[in-house]
């Protein structure tokens, strides 16, 4: 009898199923812990955590990298001499490059010889290419000090008027297709982030309603005996939460762990044209330490969204049996 008073009183659930202590019935949870269908979600979640991570990633090194190339290229300027009958494209060359040197903000000045203005040509003329025989123009390039506001107008007429032939590029037009290109890439992949989530409410969703038909007898009992609708959604909502929690851990710890070792895959690639093309548009493949977090943010986030979808669902259901 002192057994049966240490653990509590008993409750008699027949021949065929042990007594259990009515406190443990009382913590039992409403929604089963370990459930296929549990699992199932979990799986539904990581997958869609990896996809989001990755897409995520892919778009911070595209963006990394075309901020790169638009300050590599906006602290730049070209200047082209084309030959010009009666005037000897060398002295030319030399009087621009002269200009340029004493504009205010350039800090650099290098004009390409003839077998360099040759090299450039040929990936288009082949080699063996003989400048005397073409108009072909020559190559200045002038990197300009960071921060300083070029007078383009001013130095076109300065270059213009020591060589009526040369020409100014400052890279305007290309820097803004590149803004282009990656305000393109960054809604690209905030419509596939949208569709990832969508897809994610959605999965929850008949989730949820799966757990509420299963264990439809619990709920309906507790709702009518008292229970209000949010002590119910709570359960849900922690159980859900934790289904979440499990998937982004594993699918946003994947794709770390493909970033992470995407730097070391690349190396092996390094010096060949595949290689270099892919340096050339992504850089090193490693994302930056906010980056990491930004993705580990991402995983929290579809956590809290598989709760929110799943408590949302359930006060749905909760109000369709009042």
């Known amino acids: 009898m002192s057994r049966i008073d240490e653990h509590g ?3 008699d659930l027949g ?18 812990r370990a459930s296929i269908s549990g699992r199932a979600l979990v799986v539904v979640v990581a997958i869609m955590t990896f996809l989001a991570s990755i897409t995520t990633g892919a778009v911070l090194l595209i963006s990394a990298s075309a901020a790169e190339w638009q300050s590599d290229v906006a602290s730049e ?22 200009a340029i040197r004493a504009e205010p903000g350039i800090v650099e000045v290098r004009p390409f010889s003839r077998e360099e203005s040759a090299r450039l040509l040929e990936p288009w003329l082949g080699t063996g290419l003989s400048l005397d ?5 020559r190559v200045i390039i002038a990197r300009v000090q960071p921060g300083t506001a070029l007078d383009l107008a001013g130095l076109r007429a300065r270059v213009m008027k020591v060589a009526p032939s040369a020409s100014v590029d400052d890279h305007r037009a290309w ?23 969508i897809a994610t409410i959605i999965s929850v969703s008949f989730a949820t309603r799966g ?14 005996v008292g ?14 939460l934790r289904l979440g929690l499990e998937g ?53 986030a579809i956590a809290a969204i598989t709760a929110w979808a799943s408590r949302r669902t359930l006060l749905a259901t909760l109000d369709d049996i009042d």
């Open 77 to 98: 300027i070209t200047i082209q001499v084309r030959p010009l009958a009666g005037r000897d494209v060398e002295r030319d060359t030399a009087a621009v490059a002269e």
């Open 9 to 11: 009183p008993l409750v």
């Open 248 to 300: 982004g851990v594993l699918g946003g710890g994947a794709a770390m762990l493909a970033f992470g070792f995407s730097e070391s895959i690349a190396g092996w690639f390094s010096g060949t044209p595949v290689g270099d093309q892919f340096a050339a548009l992504l850089g090193t493949f490693s994302l930056r330490p906010s980056g990491y977090l930004v993705l580990a943010i991402q995983a929290v």
């Open 227 to 240: 229970a209000g609708d949010s002590y119910i959604a709570n359960h849900f909502l922690r159980h859900f």
């Open 175 to 197: 820097i803004e297709r590149m803004r282009s290109m990656t305000g393109a890439t960054v809604f690209a992949g905030i419509g596939i982030l949208a569709l990832v989530i």
């Open 15 to 32: 021949n065929e199923r042990p007594q259990l202590p009515a406190r443990a019935r009382i913590m039992s949870p409403i929604v089963p």
């Open 211 to 224: 757990a509420m038909a299963a264990n439809r007898p619990i709920v309906e009992v507790l709702h009518f």
């Open 133 to 137: 025989q073409l108009p072909v123009p």
